[in-house]
């Protein structure tokens, strides 16, 4: 039996990776192993290493999970180098995955990357990606157009996110507020109490709290209810808390792209710590946007609110004529339906599967 080893580092990733495993199984006879969290295990994956505490923004916060990630890395570095070659799938995480590419082409197995880091990036693609990978699957047409220009065997199928959110399409009325704060632990940490506080002045009913699968659901609820945020219901996935509310507060992150496909009007915010303000400052990183939605569209169409300015009083005030009939609630909605034309067909992760099935039965050439 072909063994397909994926690589997941983070909720987004481990959500994909339980996705292509739960459509690769009716087509074949296959054994799964890798890095991933509590989605793909529940999906049939036998683990190897846990990336569920591996998210993190910036310098300090990627230095405190370093370690986590170290013992993951040498775990799958490992079993590609002692097992019999098959498939290996990384997602994303450019950090770990592009190294054990090289370790697993090297070790004969054959690689399928896919959503390669930095796709939604129109200017360039990263430059060894060719190179690690025999096909990759990415989410954006231009990504796959520049790396086959530089010699890889690129295939867009369409945003895998969109198949995603439209399963769990409801067609009743919206309501409430959704919040989505954040799939890592320093994100909760930081950004909760500010939500809370928002959703309090608001006053706003229901509210639905959409922690992500990888954290602790019983500590996302406390530091709910230690932040005097109120009556909330917990809502899982976060794309099923975003149909069924008219508009929501949402981390930045592949959430802002959640938010966008399942036609949320959104206010998107990050606050970091202390530490990461002062890195901030330090480095001055040039970006025009933070959020997929605006960086996809090319230009600000969902508001964004970076640390001292995403407080509670500014969130509430752009987050308010979104919940209501507006025109800005309109224009923000028809933004969205483009931003869904951009993502492509609502098969992608089907034919991704169906893709994967046809490669790995194929002789190494």
């Known amino acids: 039996m072909q063994s397909i080893f994926f690589s997941a580092g983070e909720a987004s990733g481990d959500a994909y990776a339980a996705a292509l495993i739960q459509r690769i199984q009716p087509l074949g006879e296959f054994q799964f192993f890798g890095v991933g969290g509590p989605q793909s295990r529940a999906a049939g994956m036998q683990s190897i290493g846990d990336s569920s505490r591996w998210g993190a923004v910036g310098i300090i916060e990627s230095l405190k999970v370093l370690p986590r990630v170290t013992q993951g890395f040498l775990a799958a570095e490992d079993y590609l180098r002692s097992r019999p070659p098959g498939v290996f ?161 949402v981390c930045s992150g592949t959430a802002t792209l959640e938010a966008a496909l399942a036609e949320c009007p959104c206010v998107v915010m990050y606050r970091g710590s202390k530490a990461t303000e002062i890195e901030y400052q330090i480095r001055k990183p040039k970006f025009d946007y933070i959020s997929l939605p605006n960086i996809l569209l090319g230009r600000r169409s969902v508001t964004e609110l970076l640390q001292y300015d995403a407080n509670a009083e500014r969130i509430a005030s752009e987050l308010e004529p979104l919940y209501e009939e507006t025109e800005e609630r309109k224009r923000m909605l028809a933004d969205f339906a483009e931003v869904s034309e951009i993502c492509g067909p609502e098969d992608a992760l089907d034919r991704s599967a169906e893709f994967i099935v046809d490669f790995a039965r194929r002789k190494p050439y």
């Open 89 to 249: 799938i990384p997602i994303d995480y450019g950090f770990m995955n592009i190294r054990l590419a090289k370790t697993a082409k090297a070790n004969g197995w054959r690689v399928v990357y896919f959503i390669p880091p930095g796709s939604w990036r129109k200017s360039k693609q990263g430059g060894d990606l060719p190179s690690v990978s025999d096909a990759i699957i990415t989410p954006f047409s231009w990504s796959a157009d520049i790396l086959n220009q530089m010699g890889a065997q690129a295939f867009w199928f369409g945003h895998p996110l969109k198949q995603l959110v439209l399963e769990f399409k409801s067609e009743g009325n919206k309501s409430g507020i959704a919040v989505l704060p954040g799939s890592r632990d320093h994100e909760v940490q930081n950004n909760l109490s500010v939500i809370a506080e928002t959703v309090t002045q608001l006053r706003i009913s229901p509210v639905l709290l959409a922690a992500s699968p990888n954290l602790d659901q019983g500590q996302v609820i406390k530091a709910w209810e230690d932040a005097n945020g109120g009556l909330a219901q917990i809502v899982q996935p976060a794309r099923s808390a975003l149909w069924q509310s008219r508009a929501a507060i």
